[in-house]
Every structure is written in C-alpha cells, then in structure tokens.
C-alpha cells in the first residue's frame, strides 16, 4: 500500500540513530569517548544502514563498540534530532540493553576494531552525568534509565512482529 503522503522518487531523508543505556549493579551506565568528539561522551551506537532494523543496527553497535553481545528488544525513548549543519534529522532509539553483569563490567573495553572511532568505555554514575555528556545527552539518558525503572520500554517490531 502506498502512502500519499511520501514520495518514494524522493522520499524525505533522515537517521535513524540506534544508541543503548546498558546499567551495571550500581545503576552506573556505560559510556564510549568518541575520537571525533573532544571531551565528550555518549551512550554506545551509531547510525542504522539502509535496510536495517534499529533493533539490529543497535546490537552491532554495541558490539562493535564495547564487545558486549545483546538482544535488542524495547527502546526506552525515541528522541527526535532536528538537521543541523553538520547531521540530517532524524531520531535516536534509546535501546534498553539490560544490566551487566559484574563479569561484563570487568571485561567491557574498547575493541581493536574500534580503536579508530574509540578511546575509551566508562561506567558513570547517572549523579556524574553533566561532567561527560552534553545537555541534551544527559537530558536523553535521564529519561531513558526513569523509563526503564519505570518499566515504560516500548516493543521494537518490523512489520507488526516482535524483534526477537
């Protein structure tokens, strides 16, 4: 079924970002410093490629980014992203990426492959947030881990099923 309101010769163009809150025991949430990005942090993820599910662009990044291996199944929050000079809009899917164990937490590091776009992975506690992430991050990850604790997650379906 088509959508008249869309022009598939030309249809609009946006980013669909997948990032992901993972908490440790302590409810600090992980980190990565990007190389491109000065004295900033951010939640791990990146951009969905054409023809991928956030659900599994979010997963890859979180891989690719730290090592840790999860299903992606709820968001937490959508958090739309207006064009800026230097990004397309779009929307970042805050992906619930569950609780790391105390191993996990141990072992989590920036991969080899990763070393280019990384320089480091961080447990933060959320009282510690304004010191490494801009506002409207710090903004995004507040409610994020409120909706989690809240048990507000949002089902990431394609097509009407379930992710998983």
């Given at each position: 079924m088509a959508h008249p309101d869309v022009s598939m010769s030309s249809p609009p163009r946006r980013r669909i970002g997948a990032v992901v809150v993972v908490l440790d025991?302590?409810?600090?949430?992980?980190?990565?410093?990007?190389?491109?990005?000065?004295?900033?942090?951010?939640?791990?993820?990146?951009?969905?490629?054409?023809?991928?599910?956030?659900?599994?662009?979010?997963?890859?990044?979180l891989a690719e980014e730290t090592g840790l291996?999860?299903?992606?199944?709820?968001?937490?929050?959508?958090?739309?992203?207006?064009?800026?000079s230097e990004t397309a809009e779009g929307y970042n899917i805050v992906a619930d990426g569950g609780t790391a164990t105390p191993e996990e937490v141990d072992a989590v590091a920036v991969p080899a492959s990763a070393a280019d776009e990384l320089s480091a992975l961080k447990w933060v506690p959320?009282?510690?947030?304004?010191?490494?992430?801009?506002?409207?991050?710090?903004?995004?990850?507040?409610?994020a881990v409120t909706a989690l604790k809240n048990g507000h997650r949002i089902p990431l379906l394609t097509r009407g099923e379930p992710a998983a």
């Open positions: 025991q302590e409810d600090r949430v992980l980190l990565v410093q990007p190389t491109y990005k000065s004295g900033k942090w951010q939640l791990p993820g990146g951009g969905a490629q054409a023809g991928e599910a956030p659900t599994d662009a979010a997963a890859r990044e291996v999860r299903e992606i199944t709820h968001a937490l929050v959508i958090d739309y992203m207006p064009a800026r959320l009282d510690d947030l304004d010191v490494h992430v801009e506002t409207y991050q710090e903004r995004r990850i507040r409610e």
